[in-house]
């Protein structure tokens, strides 16, 4: 049940921060929508996660994120691709990415 919710979630919001990629994006808005998508990858290897991907590139190209959270927005757009190649350094830099803007993983490994 609490996948199901989960999946939902970042569904929604991964879908409104694509229909959204031509106005405001904050950097707030890569993890609101990253972080469950993740999650909800990490649980299933949905298919919620290659809408999520989408969304994040957007914001990533659209140029409003810099610093560490470009970082943190790559390594995310790099694991929703491939889970599978992503170091447990990089993984790290996930899960911190997540606690810090209020998003305590579930799911992610």
């Known amino acids: 049940?609490?996948?199901r919710v989960l999946?939902?979630?970042a569904a929604v919001g991964a879908?409104?921060?694509s229909g959204c990629a031509q106005t405001?994006?904050?950097v707030e808005d890569a993890y609101k929508v990253?972080?469950?998508a993740l999650d909800a990858v990490a649980a299933s290897g949905s298919v919620v996660g290659k809408v999520a991907l989408g969304g994040l590139e957007q914001l990533r190209d659209s140029g409003s994120?810099?610093?560490e959270s470009r970082q943190w927005l790559d390594v995310a757009i790099d694991y929703l691709a491939h889970p599978e190649k992503v170091?447990?350094?990089n993984k790290k830099m996930i899960r911190d990415g997540c606690a810090a803007h209020g998003y305590?993983?579930?799911n992610f490994g």
Do not use: F, N
Request: glycine share 16%.
């Open 87 to 89: 170091s447990d350094a």
């Open 65 to 67: 994120v810099t610093g």
């Open 1 to 3: 049940m609490l996948t």
């Open 104 to 106: 305590k993983l579930q």
């Open 7 to 9: 999946l939902a979630g």
């Open 15 to 17: 879908l409104a921060l």
């Open 24 to 26: 405001g994006l904050r």
């Open 34 to 36: 990253g972080c469950p």
